[in-house]
Structure formats: C-alpha cells, structure tokens
Nanobody, 115 residues
C-alpha cells in the first residue's frame, strides 16, 4: 500500500522558515506529480504548490516568492521550503501525489506561525 509520509512541520515565529519533506513508501518509486496542500482552521483544503518530474511547477498566488517546491533525486520525494512565514500560513500541510490516474495523500503535518 502506497503511503506518503510528511515531516518538518512545527512552530515558528513570523518571518521564519521551515522545510517540509515528503517521501512515498509501499513499493512506488516514481510519482509523476507531487505537491502540497494546506488546510487552515475552518477552511477547505487548498493547493500550495505542485511539481512534476518534467520540471513544471505551480504555486498559489499567496505563496509565490516565499515558498519553493522541489523534487528530490529519488523520484518519489518532494520538498517545500517555506520562507518569510506569516500567521496566515498556519495550517495542516498535506503531501499529495498523482501517478497513472491515482491520487495519494499523506496524513498531514502541522505548521504553526506565531505572530
């Protein structure tokens, strides 16, 4: 069974940085598209950023210039470098993957930005 496992969340002051990591396990070694979604308190899950193995990236307007998504050398990993964090970035961040018509989700990691 394919699982996406996130790490790197935590508590940080406004203006600080965090780096999220996600790796797939369960026998899948290549995932075409991977990315991150966020779900803030009382909000719906929203796209943060995605990246494909071909190198295409996509960002939500709210994080452009502050967050950077990257794929690892292993084709089943993805990272999110978050800089200049704001209180409104506080959310549970979910790793997402898509490959050959199947979607995969991680359990989520909490990011809390204190002002």
């Amino acid at each position: 069974q394919v699982q996406l496992v996130e790490s790197g969340g935590g508590l940080v002051q406004a203006g600080g940085s965090l780096r999220l990591s996600c790796a797939a396990s369960g026998g899948i070694f290549s995932i075409n598209a991977m990315g991150w979604y966020q779900q803030g308190p009382g909000k719906q899950r929203e796209l943060v950023a995605t990246a494909t193995l071909a190198g295409s990236t996509n960002y939500a307007d709210s994080v452009k210039g502050r967050f950077t998504i990257s794929r690892g050398n292993a084709k089943n990993t993805v990272y999110l470098q978050m800089n200049s964090l704001k209180s409104e970035d506080t959310a549970v961040y979910y790793c997402w993957g898509w490959n050959i018509g199947k979607h995969y989700w991680g359990q989520g990691t909490q990011v809390t930005v204190s002002s």
